[in-house]
């Protein structure tokens, strides 16, 4: 599936993409503005069909500090360094490395970056049968006064079995993987939803931070460069 190049030279916007369905465009615009607050009145999502047809990687997201919005639709736009960047047409969105949210854009306050010191079961698929017992993620961020700091996410894993599992308007059989995390004195829980077979990420729930909680991330079509 290759990225699509969705910034047009002179706005940040999908209109001059020949491959872009300018209705999907006005959907995904839409979804977006739902989850975060901005815009005119929630208007239909776009089908599971519809967006699955398109020639380019997508994915459904939503977060904690709009829980009652529907999920926004992100396109891929880039590959760099092995991380992919889906965004709107104004570049709000995730960044992530296989199934990890390595930064985000647009949110209350962004991640800019993550590392995983050790192998990561998320960035690199991994069968639910070789996960490991615990994981450690550090997140960059800014601080309310613009200063940059790390913090150390450590997390105990629970295999909780496989369940059908929903992926934007769609049900799939999927292995469940909790973490049970502590970072900086607040305690959190992360889920995942795996294929049981190769490990690829479906389905993904991580905190990114006290101020956007955690955001949701399904797979409509998968990114494969």
């Known amino acids: 599936m290759r990225a699509l190049a969705i910034i047009a030279a002179a706005a940040l916007s999908l209109t001059g993409c020949g491959s872009f369905d300018r209705g999907l465009q006005a959907g995904m615009q839409q979804s977006l503005d739902n989850v975060l607050g901005t815009g005119p009145a929630p208007q239909p999502q776009p089908s599971f069909e519809a967006v699955a047809a398109m020639p380019f990687a997508s994915i459904a997201l939503n977060v904690a500090f709009a829980p009652d919005a529907p999920p926004a639709l992100l396109a891929a736009n880039g590959l760099v360094n092995g991380r992919v960047w889906y965004v709107d047409a104004t570049r709000r969105g995730v960044i992530l490395e296989g199934g990890r949210v390595s930064g985000t854009r647009g949110m209350v306050r962004d991640v800019l970056s993550a590392m ?58 999927l292995t469940h993987l909790s973490e049970s995390c502590a970072s900086g004195g607040v305690r959190f829980r992360n889920d995942h939803w795996i294929d049981p077979t190769d490990g690829r990420m479906w389905k993904t729930r991580q905190w990114m931070g006290p101020e956007t909680g955690h955001v949701e991330v399904a797979v409509i079509r998968p990114f494969s460069g």
């Open 116 to 173: 995983h010191p050790d192998s990561d079961p998320l960035a690199t698929p991994t069968r639910p049968d070789a996960w490991p017992e615990r994981t450690l993620v550090i997140q960059h961020a800014r601080d309310g006064l613009g200063r940059e700091y790390s913090r150390a996410i450590h997390c105990r894993v629970t295999l909780e079995g496989v369940e059908m599992t929903e992926l934007y308007q769609r049900s799939v059989a």
